[in-house]
């Protein structure tokens, strides 16, 4: 039976940070983005302190200094050369490792004996040779590998999904909207269904996700039943729109806090773009209030701006989303909420740049 790995870095920038200083266990940390505008990593006790990832920092002081949580700027060189040893290390451990992103990776266990063990085994080394904590799943497919690693985080660290039993049991709660592959999308569309878990999504018929998820959805039906769809190198296919978006701790009503809280919703969309290798021709920036607060005065803009060029560069996508952000904000409004969308999505390699 084939069997994937997936290796995932907890809390990867802040544990970067906590590396180099043995005092900051167990202290809460968080790391701001370029600008020290965003929150952008957060260690487990930033997270219990009730601080969010896209928070402005100007918006969680209070709680910054009274849970002494510490502050750090992005460090992206050191970011990247403790993500090299990570893959480094995997690789001593598994076959064909391939990098998913700065802080996971995939990579292949078939034919290993005791492989329960064996995957302890490898994370204890890999975390002993590279200081960075780490969660490892691994399961019969891509799609289930990734929800194994995150159910790993919860039991020790590792998780192995052996068979049907397993992959039942593993499936059985797990929530809908943290699937690979599902997006807002078709978040929306599985909802309206009544479905809330993984194991109550896969009980729908093959046909279903066929006429309603296209290959990409066929594909994922038959994942998470165990039977491989995609392999190694391969990631499942393009969606239609690629979002970041977050809820604010506090409302927020300053027109340079809302935009840096874009920017830095922006930044992330630029790089999930690059990579999936892909490049956006259209660009969406909400803005929602609370729909549940009806003494407040309710403002849901959005604007869709087309590109001249589809792009997924950071400077490009940053600059509008800022401009747009700008234009749709209104005083005296206190909004709890904003993304960034990008659509119109076209293969980075039919981009021509001149």
Not at 156 to 178: C, H, M, R, S, Y
Not at 207 to 223: S, Y
Request: glycine share 6%.
């Amino acid at each position: 039976m084939p069997m994937y790995v997936l290796c995932d870095c907890n809390n990867f920038y802040a544990s970067a940070e906590r590396l180099f200083r043995p005092t900051l266990r167990g202290l809460p940390i968080v790391v701001l983005s370029n600008n020290d505008g965003c929150v952008i990593a957060r260690s487990d006790e930033a997270k219990a302190a009730g601080i969010k990832m896209g928070d402005p920092a100007f918006m969680v002081t209070d709680l910054i200094k009274k849970n002494n949580i510490q502050v750090f700027s992005s460090n992206y060189v050191l970011y990247g050369d403790l993500s090299e040893r990570v893959m480094h290390n995997l690789s001593r451990w598994y076959e064909k490792v391939i990098p998913y992103s700065i802080d996971e990776a995939f990579g292949w266990a078939g034919g290993i004996q005791e492989l329960s063990t064996y995957t302890r085994e490898a994370r204890v080394s890999i975390i002993r040779n590279t200081g960075i904590p780490v969660s490892i799943g691994v399961a019969p497919t891509k799609t289930l590998a990734k929800l194994a690693n995150k159910l790993s985080k919860k039991n020790g660290g590792t998780l192995v999904l052996k068979d049907q039993q397993d992959i039942t049991n593993a499936v059985k709660d797990f929530p809908v909207e943290d699937l690979w592959g599902i997006g807002k999308q078709y978040y929306e569309k599985i909802s309206t269904l009544g479905i809330e878990t993984v194991g109550q999504l896969r009980e729908l018929p093959e046909l279903w996700f066929k006429q309603n998820m296209t290959v990409q959805g066929q594909r994922m039906w038959n994942e998470l039943w165990g039977r491989p769809m995609l392999q190694l190198g391969e990631l499942p296919p393009a969606a239609k729109g690629v979002s970041v978006t977050r809820s604010f701790s506090n409302y927020i009503q300053e027109v340079d806090v809302l935009c840096e809280a874009v920017t830095t919703y922006a930044s992330r969309l630029a790089e999930k773009l690059r990579m999936e290798k892909m490049c956006c021709s259209q660009l969406e920036v909400f803005l929602l209030t609370n729909k549940h607060r009806e003494d407040h005065p309710q403002h849901y803009p959005k604007h869709i701006h087309k590109l001249n060029i589809a792009s997924n560069s950071t400077t490009e996508i940053v600059s509008v989303a800022n401009k747009v952000a700008r234009m749709l904000f209104s005083t005296g409004i206190k909004y709890r909420k904003a993304g960034v969308i990008a659509t119109g999505l076209v293969p980075e390699s039919e981009i021509q740049f001149h």
